[in-house]
Structures are given as structure tokens and as C-alpha cells.
């Protein structure tokens, strides 16, 4: 059920960024200053979430240039 769940909320995320702008599913206009894309980015960033959730690793994009290098370090070794 959770995979189900975490799918759904992928789609919508990937629906909200792919809205082709018509305001349908727009949470805050684009048009207010400073806070005008804070929705598309926390939509981008449940993507994101959601996509390292279905490939069980960290695909590197929230992450520091350090911790990558530890974590290639642990699978060389």
C-alpha cells in the first residue's frame, strides 16, 4: 500500500510540473515575488524523493559532494 501511495503522489508531482501553465492546478501564481515558484519546486522535490524512494539509493541530488565520495569509498571496498 505504501508503494501504491508514494506512486500516486510521483504522478501528481510529475503532472503538477508537466501543467502546461493554464493555472488549473496552480497552488500559489507564479506572479508573486520571492514565493511565486516555491510550488514547483517542492513538487520537483517530491519527485525526486519519490523516484530515489523506488530506486533504494540515493541518486546524488540531495546530497553533499563528501557524502558521495564516502559512499563510493564503502562500495570500492
Not at 24 to 35: K, Q, T
Request: glycine share 12%; charged share 20%.
Amino acid at each position: 500500500m505504501k508503494r501504491i501511495l508514494t506512486g500516486l503522489l510521483g504522478l501528481l508531482s510529475l503532472i503538477y510540473l508537466v501543467n502546461p501553465g493554464f493555472g488549473v492546478f496552480e497552488l500559489l501564481p507564479d506572479a508573486i515575488p520571492g514565493i511565486g515558484n516555491v510550488d514547483e519546486g517542492l513538487a520537483a522535490y517530491v519527485l525526486f524523493s519519490v523516484i530515489t524512494y523506488f530506486l533504494g539509493k540515493d541518486i546524488g541530488l540531495f546530497t553533499s559532494m563528501k557524502e558521495q565520495e564516502e559512499e563510493k569509498r564503502q562500495l570500492e571496498d
